[in-house]
T-cell receptor
């Protein structure tokens, strides 16, 4: 069974640009969550999708958005990039909504904003 | 915001020794999970302990949970160099899938 796939693995963008990150969950998993990891703030929850609906959102500005498609693949978008958006963005999928089981993480997308 | 703290922040031991990491959290939980991360890569799930459980084992891992003290510990026995990584506890509360992570412990196992 293929794991969670995130693309691209690395990305360099300029301040003010926008970026789209992609996540393909494990086959059959309908819950996808996104996390931001930085040295200063650690791992922070961004949002969660289940069956194409956003179920929960973390404390991030509106520049951060996401969506989920009917095949459970998910994308997150960050507009008007700031230097502080430089981070490792991690996607996790799970088989159930509600967090009662383990989450499977992708390798992450390392975003650098210059 | 992070649920709580982990200590120590860093731990250096020799191969064959045991490693213990502690996690404290702030609110009532449904379950607590431990994850490992190698060099800024993805997280790997290690073990999940539910709020009504007190201890759980998986191979060389032993996890305890004390809900009265809002704390958990992860014990890795007979550590190996391959155990070198950062370890995070994560708590799950409510009905969503959101996990709230601790600050992490960096474990270094030397030969």
């Amino acid at each position: 069974k293929a794991g969670v796939t995130q693309t691209p693995r690395y990305l360099i963008k300029t301040r003010g640009q926008q970026v789209t990150l992609s996540c393909s969950p494990i086959s059959g998993h309908r819950s996808v969550s996104w996390y931001q990891q930085t040295p200063g703030q650690g791992l922070q929850f961004l949002f969660e999708y289940f069956s194409e609906t956003q179920r929960n959102k973390g404390n991030f500005p509106g520049r951060f958005s996401g969506r989920q498609f009917s095949n459970s693949r998910s994308e997150m978008n960050v507009s008007t990039l700031e230097l502080g958006d430089s981070a490792l963005y991690l996607c996790a999928s799970s088989s159930l909504q509600g967090g009662g089981t383990e989450a499977f993480f992708g390798q992450g997308t390392r975003l650098t904003v210059v | 915001s992070q649920q709580g703290e982990e200590d120590p922040q860093a731990l250096s031991i020799q191969e064959g020794e045991n490693a213990t990491m502690n996690c404290s959290y702030k609110t009532s939980i449904n379950n607590l999970q431990w994850y490992r991360q190698n060099s800024g890569r993805g997280l790997v799930h290690l073990i999940l302990i539910r709020s009504n459980e007190r201890e759980k084992h998986s191979g060389r891992l032993r996890v305890t949970l004390d809900t009265s003290k809002k704390s958990s510990s992860l014990l890795i026995t007979a550590s190996r160099a391959a155990d070198t990584a950062s370890y995070f506890c994560a708590t799950h509360t409510g009905t969503a899938s959101k996990l709230t992570f601790g600050t992490g412990t960096r474990l270094q196992v030397t030969l």
